[in-house]
DNA sequence: CTAACCTTGACACATCTATGGTAAGGTTGG
DNA sequence: CCAACCTTACCATAGATGTGTCAAGGTTAG
């Protein structure tokens, strides 16, 4: 099977041919062009597709989530920063958090 | 140092009171509440709060990223998903799309 | 009791995202 | 050479996000 033209992409994938554009245009499937500039679409491209257009479904992600997510795996320290901030969240009645709070909660009571 | 209400937790933490109830609407921070429901911001909830600004102003990150990052960490399924769509994508000239696209390599030439 | 807080809920609005369409022009295959 | 593709670059728009403000009513401190 040839590469696909961004039509037949779109057809086979079930995007359509503006979105491909678009997913490109954020870096989430960039297909090599052919020497007149058509994009062209191989099977890594059509799986990267179909299995985008499952992650959508089954999850409700977004692109923009994706473009997220691809930002936490290339920057370390932004991972790094959003990964304690969240993790310092989980800890509801935590030892760590009891011990901040204990000065409050013996104002307040 | 007493809790705080939304009021003073703002002026400290510089977001506004409205921005305050909107980031407990969407689970990122979420203070006890007085008897009477009011909400009482103690060391841990202005702590986040002002990290919560940092992340923002260094990463420029918005409160939607921080609630899909937090999905991340909550759904293995969701994470694995991601994370090898993502791995997919970062391959470009790897032997396993070399290998996948070797076919259409020679038809297209 | 009153002023100054707080509560929820609603309306408003700018901005961004995801998507479609359209126009002007290049490429390709029969 | 012509039809049917493709390219980029716009304009449009429905929905979501982030933020302010206001209204109707409860709480609190002096």
Redesign the interface.
């Known amino acids: 099977?040839?590469?696909l033209n961004v039509g037949a992409a779109a057809a086979e994938t079930g995007w359509s041919a503006r979105m491909l554009r678009y997913l490109e245009q954020h870096g989430?499937?960039t297909p090599p062009r052919?020497q007149a500039g058509y994009r062209?679409y191989?099977?890594?491209e059509l799986?990267?597709l179909r299995?985008?257009r499952d992650?959508r479904r089954?999850?409700g992600?977004d692109p923009?989530?994706?473009v997220?997510?691809?930002r936490?795996?290339r920057?370390p320290e932004?991972r790094r920063?959003?990964?304690s901030?969240?993790a310092?969240?989980e800890d509801a009645g935590s030892w760590v958090?009891w011990e901040?709070?204990k000065?409050?909660r013996l104002?307040?009571a």
């Open positions: 099977m040839p590469d989430l499937v052919s062209a191989g099977l890594p799986n990267r299995s985008l992650l089954v999850f992600i923009a989530d994706l997220f997510a691809r936490l795996r920057e932004l920063a959003v990964d901030w969240l310092a969240g958090e901040q709070r000065h409050e104002l307040v």
